[in-house]
């Protein structure tokens, strides 16, 4: 029996190889994305990125008519370190599987493939949250929820409670006291309070956050007081990668007024297909470098609950 010789051309390859990429792309759109939604995202051209405080100024003084500008000195505050790690895996299809066009079962196989993805790179982001109260560090080398965050011009701030507080009415209210009074430049100023704020928790709070920032009245309570948290702007965000149940966060909305941020090298790309000339498999590769971190934990802040 004569054997057939395959020509190089592609064509068992081309059509199912514009499938499969079409598919990674499409199955990035229909995953929810929760680490946008709460950290400043920027990009990168460099190996790592070094970010680097000021440490403001704590006063202005009065000047009179004639009088010489008074010299307000800003130095360098704490440096933070942004190195990318890379990931990158690949799927594989058989020969055979190709060849029978079995196109349902390559479409969930893209589509899982693409998930484990993305759930690493949510995983990783939400360290920031559930480390950020032992080994994810703020650039003054604490953790980055802290009760004694150290100021280059001398003393301390915090942006953690005192004593960590279940999510309710009464603590979200001392956090906002806490934000506006504690949040402080590294020369001791504080800084004006974010108008438009963000509340972070796991599943298990999404119903208490919506009942304390979505009544009318003061919830937990006959008293028919006024919900007086209802007037600010509020976002809630519920992220599942989230595993501590009783922790809750919260942020100012405004990304550029926090420092938890994500610095992208390269983002998540399908790589050129690939054929193993033993097996004559198809693989499919995929690789993305980023890098999250803290870059000054002013405008942050986050409690373990009780």
Not at 214 to 243: M, Q
Request: with cysteine; net charge neutral; hydrophobic share 35%.
């Amino acid at each position: 029996m004569a054997i057939q010789v395959r020509g190089t051309t592609p064509s068992l390859f081309d059509n199912v190889d514009k499938d499969v990429f079409t598919l990674l792309y499409d199955s990035q759109k229909e995953l929810e994305n929760f680490w946008r939604q709460v950290l400043s995202v920027k990009k990168s051209d460099r190996k790592f990125e070094r970010v680097m405080s000021m440490t403001g100024v704590s006063t202005i003084p009065e000047k009179g008519e004639g009088a010489p500008y008074t010299s307000s000195v800003i130095r360098e505050g704490w440096t933070k370190d942004f190195i990318h790690t890379e990931f990158g895996a690949m799927f594989e299809v058989t020969q055979t599987a190709l060849e029978d066009d079995q196109y349902d079962q390559l479409a969930q196989n893209a589509r899982w493939f693409m998930f484990a993805a993305r759930v690493v790179e949510e995983q990783r982001a939400a360290i920031l949250y559930n480390n950020g109260f032992t080994t994810e560090q703020s650039p003054d080398g604490v953790s980055i929820f802290n009760t004694a965050h150290t100021l280059k011009g001398g003393g301390t701030a915090r942006n953690r409670p005192s004593t960590d507080a279940d999510l309710s009415a009464t603590s979200l209210e001392t956090a906002l006291i806490d934000l506006q009074t504690e949040t402080k430049v590294e020369a001791g100023q504080l800084v004006a309070p974010a108008t438009s704020l963000l509340l972070h928790v796991p599943p298990a709070l999404e119903f208490v956050a919506e009942r304390i920032l979505r009544s009318t009245l003061r919830p937990g309570t006959a008293d028919n007081d006024t919900n007086a948290l209802k007037r600010r702007k509020w976002d809630i965000v519920v992220n599942p990668y989230l595993t501590d149940t009783d922790a809750w966060f919260l942020q100012a909305a405004d990304k550029s007024r926090h420092g938890l941020r994500s610095y992208t090298r390269v983002g998540l790309t399908s790589e050129p297909a690939m054929t193993d000339p033993r097996t004559r498999n198809r693989m499919y590769p995929i690789r993305w470098r980023r890098s999250f971190g803290c870059a000054f934990w002013q405008g942050t802040y986050g409690t373990t609950g009780i």
